[in-house]
C-alpha cells in the first residue's frame, strides 16, 4: 500500500492560480471488496458498477426480480433491469442504468482538473475544482457544465445560500461569494490562514484555517471574520447545527481530535481525542460522525451528550468525507488508482453497503432525498451521482 503524505501548502489569492493542499497531498489507496465497474467520459452518462437501492422484491407471488409494479398487468416488471422500477417498484436510478437490481452511477460532468468541494441547492451540484482553479454548476439532471467563476487560487470549500455561491481558495487565503447566475467574483474575506473548508448555517459562513489554526465565523453579506477558535492543529473540516461549530483537527498524528465551539463564541470543547487522520464531520441532533482517513480507517459515532465512540464501519480504504440523513451514513473512500468506492451504513451500524465501486480518487460527498453526488479528483476527474 502506499502511504498517506499531507503537504505544506502555496500561497495565492482570490484571481491567482494555485498549487497543492491538505487534501491533494493525502494519497494513494489499494483495495476495494466490490464489483467493478466501467467508467464513462460522457456527460450525464451511466456508468456501470455497483449501485445502491432497496433491496427488490416482487409483490403479490410475483417470481425472483419480478414486481407488480403497475396492478393492472400483473407481475409485469423486471426489477433487475427496470431503471424506473430497479430492485423494488418505483426505485428510479435517475438516469443510470439498473443492473442486477442495483442502481448504476451517473456521470454528471467528466475531464475536469481536480473537482473536489461539493455543494447542492434544488436543481445543481457546485464544484470547488483545485487544479483548474474554478468554480462549477452542473444540472442534477445532466447537462452543460458553467464555468461561474476562473483563475481562482486551490478553491477547496464551497457552500451555497439563496442566489449566491460562495467559496475558499486555499492559496491567498479568500473566501469569495459569485451569483449563481454568474457574474463578478467578490472578496468577503482575505489575510486568512489556508481556508480548507466552507460551510453556511444561512446567515453566516464557517470556515477552518489548515494553517492559520483557526475556525472562522463570517456573516454572509462580509465584514470582519470573527475567530472562534485558535491555535488549533490543522483543522481541516467543519459542519454546523443550530448551537455549534464542529470541526476535524487532522494532527498531532494519532492524537487527532473532533471538536466544537458554541456559535456565538466561547471555550472550545474536545468531543473525541486520540482520532488517525479524521476528515470528514457531520451532525444530527443527538450525535457526531466523522471518518479516519486512514488504511483499514472508520466511520465512527460520539454522542453529544457525551459517551463512547462507536464504530459504524471499519476495515475502510481511507474514508476521506461523509453525509448523513434520518437514517443513514453516506462515505467516500478514496483512491487514485480507481477502487475507490461510495458506500452506505446504517447510522445505528450494521452492513456496509456499495453504491459505487471503482471510483478514482472519492473526495467529498453530498446528498439530498434522492441521491448521493460525490466528486472525484484527479487532473481529469468527474462529478458522479447515484440514487440512493
Given at each position: 500500500?502506499?502511504?498517506?503524505?499531507?503537504?505544506?501548502?502555496?500561497?495565492?489569492?482570490?484571481?491567482?492560480a494555485?498549487?497543492s493542499s491538505?487534501?491533494?497531498?493525502?494519497?494513494?489507496?489499494a483495495?476495494s471488496?466490490?464489483?467493478?465497474?466501467?467508467?464513462?467520459?460522457a456527460?450525464a452518462?451511466?456508468?456501470?458498477?455497483?449501485?445502491?437501492?432497496?433491496?427488490?422484491?416482487?409483490?403479490g407471488?410475483?417470481?425472483?426480480?419480478?414486481?407488480?409494479?403497475d396492478?393492472?398487468?400483473?407481475c409485469e416488471?423486471?426489477?433487475?433491469?427496470?431503471p424506473?422500477?430497479?430492485?423494488?417498484?418505483?426505485?428510479?436510478?435517475?438516469g443510470?442504468?439498473c443492473?442486477?437490481?442495483?442502481?448504476?452511477?451517473?456521470?454528471?460532468?467528466?475531464?475536469i482538473?481536480?473537482?473536489?468541494?461539493?455543494?447542492?441547492?434544488d436543481d445543481?451540484v457546485?464544484?470547488?475544482?483545485?487544479?483548474?482553479?474554478?468554480v462549477?454548476k452542473?444540472?442534477?439532471?445532466g447537462?452543460?457544465?458553467?464555468?461561474?467563476a476562473?483563475?481562482?487560487a486551490l478553491?477547496?470549500?464551497?457552500?451555497v445560500?439563496?442566489e449566491?455561491?460562495?467559496?475558499?481558495?486555499y492559496?491567498?487565503?479568500?473566501v469569495?461569494?459569485?451569483p449563481k447566475q454568474?457574474?463578478?467574483?467578490?472578496?468577503?474575506?482575505s489575510?486568512?490562514?489556508g481556508?480548507?473548508?466552507?460551510?453556511?448555517?444561512?446567515?453566516h459562513l464557517?470556515?477552518?484555517n489548515?494553517?492559520?489554526g483557526?475556525?472562522?465565523?463570517l456573516p454572509?453579506?462580509g465584514?470582519?471574520p470573527?475567530?472562534?477558535?485558535?491555535?488549533?492543529?490543522q483543522?481541516?473540516?467543519?459542519?454546523?447545527?443550530a448551537?455549534?461549530?464542529?470541526?476535524?483537527?487532522?494532527f498531532?498524528?494519532?492524537?487527532?481530535?473532533?471538536m466544537?465551539?458554541?456559535?456565538?463564541?466561547g471555550?472550545p470543547t474536545?468531543l473525541v481525542?486520540?482520532?488517525?487522520?479524521?476528515t470528514?464531520?457531520a451532525?444530527?441532533?443527538?450525535g457526531?460522525?466523522?471518518?479516519?482517513?486512514?488504511?483499514?480507517?472508520?466511520?465512527?459515532?460520539?454522542?453529544?451528550?457525551g459517551?463512547g465512540?462507536t464504530?459504524l464501519?471499519?476495515?475502510?480504504?481511507?474514508?476521506?468525507?461523509?453525509a448523513?440523513?434520518a437514517?443513514?451514513?453516506?462515505f467516500?473512500?478514496f483512491s487514485?488508482?480507481?477502487?475507490?468506492?461510495?458506500?452506505?451504513?446504517?447510522l445505528?451500524?450494521?452492513?456496509?453497503?456499495?453504491?459505487?465501486?471503482t471510483q478514482?480518487?472519492?473526495?467529498?460527498?453530498?446528498?439530498?432525498?434522492?441521491?448521493v453526488?460525490?466528486?472525484?479528483w484527479?487532473p481529469t476527474g468527474?462529478?458522479m451521482k447515484?440514487?440512493?
Open positions: 500500500m502506499s502511504k498517506i503524505t499531507i503537504a505544506i501548502l502555496l500561497v495565492g489569492g482570490c484571481a491567482a494555485g498549487e491538505p487534501e491533494a497531498s493525502r494519497q494513494d489507496s483495495s471488496s466490490v464489483a467493478e465497474a466501467a467508467s464513462s467520459g456527460s452518462s451511466a456508468t456501470a458498477g455497483a449501485g445502491g437501492g432497496p433491496a427488490g422484491g416482487a409483490g407471488g410475483c417470481g425472483l426480480d419480478q414486481g407488480d409494479c396492478e393492472a398487468l400483473g416488471t423486471d426489477l433487475s433491469t427496470d424506473e422500477h430497479c430492485g423494488s417498484c418505483d426505485h428510479g436510478c435517475l443510470g442504468l443492473i442486477a437490481s442495483v442502481c448504476q452511477p451517473v456521470t454528471l460532468a467528466s475531464g482538473d481536480q473537482p473536489f468541494g461539493i455543494a447542492l441547492d445543481h457546485y464544484v470547488a475544482a483545485m487544479g483548474g482553479g474554478t462549477l452542473v444540472p442534477k439532471a447537462g452543460a457544465v458553467v464555468t461561474l476562473s483563475a481562482q478553491p477547496q470549500g464551497i457552500a445560500h439563496g449566491s455561491v460562495y467559496f475558499a481558495n492559496n491567498g487565503g479568500t469569495c461569494v459569485v454568474g457574474g463578478s467574483v467578490t472578496v468577503l474575506a489575510n486568512q490562514g481556508p480548507s473548508d466552507l460551510i453556511t448555517d444561512g446567515t464557517y470556515w477552518p489548515y494553517a492559520g483557526e475556525v472562522m465565523k454572509l453579506a465584514g470582519t470573527t475567530p472562534l477558535a485558535s491555535g488549533q492543529p483543522p481541516l473540516r467543519v459542519t454546523v447545527d448551537s455549534y461549530v464542529y470541526w476535524t483537527n487532522l498531532p498524528i494519532f492524537q487527532g481530535t473532533v466544537r465551539v458554541p456559535l456565538a463564541g471555550s474536545v481525542n486520540a482520532q488517525t487522520y479524521p470528514g464531520v451532525v444530527d441532533a443527538s457526531v460522525y466523522w471518518t479516519l482517513q486512514s488504511f483499514g480507517g472508520s466511520v465512527l459515532r460520539a454522542p453529544l451528550s459517551g465512540t464504530s464501519a471499519v476495515a475502510q480504504d481511507q474514508p476521506n468525507d461523509i448523513i440523513d437514517a443513514d451514513a453516506y467516500v473512500n487514485s488508482d480507481a477502487t475507490g468506492t461510495v458506500r452506505r451504513v446504517s445505528q451500524g450494521g452492513f456496509t453497503s456499495t453504491l459505487a465501486a478514482k480518487g472519492a473526495s467529498r460527498i453530498a446528498i439530498d432525498d434522492v441521491a453526488y460525490w466528486t472525484n484527479s468527474a462529478v447515484v440514487a440512493k
